[in-house]
């Protein structure tokens, strides 16, 4: 157990030792994870047990594993996760943010293990936010709609998670996402909804429309690899037309553009039955099952493949 008081040293040694010691105190109970490209500092509030250091370190290993292995390599060269241990069995309660650097709050159950860990997306969730620009207030939906999108499929190529589980989620969640009466277009009208859902089902069609125009040679992942590639994470403020920009000059095709055009401002309903036919994907009970006979079938495969 480390112990850290000050009060036994006099105050003629000046301020640069307590600043030492409180350097020494805050990463007293830090873990340094590596990934290729990066590096996160796992910080822990309190004093965790031993147990539990390792239970973090293991959801930090598999949480960047899946980003890492989506954008073929870790996008941030040094990020914190800051841990805060409370009541449990999960992890909850994930914020990002680029302020002061690339950096997760999240908390996690002190009762938490491998196993209750298993299914959790937060993390991965928060961590995918670190690789995207900040951007305009009215813009969030696509900050919020790309980490919902790629977060499972990011899962599912590390077989953290099923393809028949990420596409019966996507059944499931994708309607929450169709504007509602009343909606406008994406740019206007930010419901819950239609920040996380509608954003992600505007990335869904993104990647499914660049696979469909360029034969699977490139999907949505590429687009975002090359934005944070040209500096644009967490810390850096950009607007969605240079997102746009540097997405579909990656990618060779306008898609990213022509799907914001279409629904910036306006509400655009999507025919999802006719999307999971054409993708091959039926629902059954709380999974799917798929067609390797329907026209985007290979597409399907792309998505939680490692095209």
Avoid at 33 to 47: H, P, T
Avoid at 141 to 156: D, F, I, K, N, S
Avoid at 212 to 226: F, I, K, P, V
Wanted: charged share 20%.
């Amino acid at each position: 157990m480390t112990f850290c008081s000050f009060s036994n040293f006099p105050p003629r040694r000046g301020f640069a030792l307590l600043a030492a010691l409180a350097l020494a105190c805050m990463h007293a109970h830090a873990e340094e994870i590596a990934f290729e490209g990066g590096k996160i500092e796992a910080q822990f509030d309190g004093q965790p047990t031993q147990a539990q250091r390792g239970v973090a370190t293991r959801w930090i290993q598999n949480a960047g594993r899946a980003v890492a292995n989506y954008y073929g390599k870790f996008p941030v060269s040094r990020a914190v996760v800051r841990i805060s241990l409370v009541d449990g069995t999960k992890g909850r309660g994930g914020h990002a943010s680029g302020w002061s650097g690339p950096r997760i709050q999240i908390s996690l159950g002190r009762f938490a293990t491998d196993g209750t860990l298993a299914d959790d997306w937060e993390l991965t969730h928060e961590m995918l936010h670190l690789c995207f620009p900040s951007l305009e207030r009215q813009h969030h939906w696509l900050e919020e709609g790309m980490a919902t999108y790629c977060e499972p499929v990011a899962r599912a190529r590390v077989g953290i998670t099923t393809a028949e589980q990420i596409w019966g989620d996507m059944v499931d969640g994708m309607p929450q996402g169709e504007p509602q009466s009343g909606d406008r277009g994406l740019d206007y009208t930010h419901t819950w909804g239609r920040t996380y859902w509608g954003g992600a089902l505007f990335c869904l069609q993104a990647d499914a429309e660049i696979r469909r125009r360029t034969n699977n040679r490139y999907g949505l992942e590429h687009a975002l690899r090359a934005i944070a590639a040209a500096g644009g994470t967490i810390e850096h403020d950009w607007d969605i037309d240079r997102v746009i920009a540097v997405g579909d000059q990656a990618v060779g095709v306008p898609v990213l553009r022509e799907l914001y055009d279409q629904n910036k401002a306006t509400p655009v309903t999507v025919d999802l039955n006719a999307l999971w036919k054409k993708l091959g994907v039926t629902q059954t009970r709380d999974k799917a099952s798929f067609r390797d006979d329907a026209p985007l079938a290979s597409i399907r495969k792309a998505i939680t493949g490692n095209n």
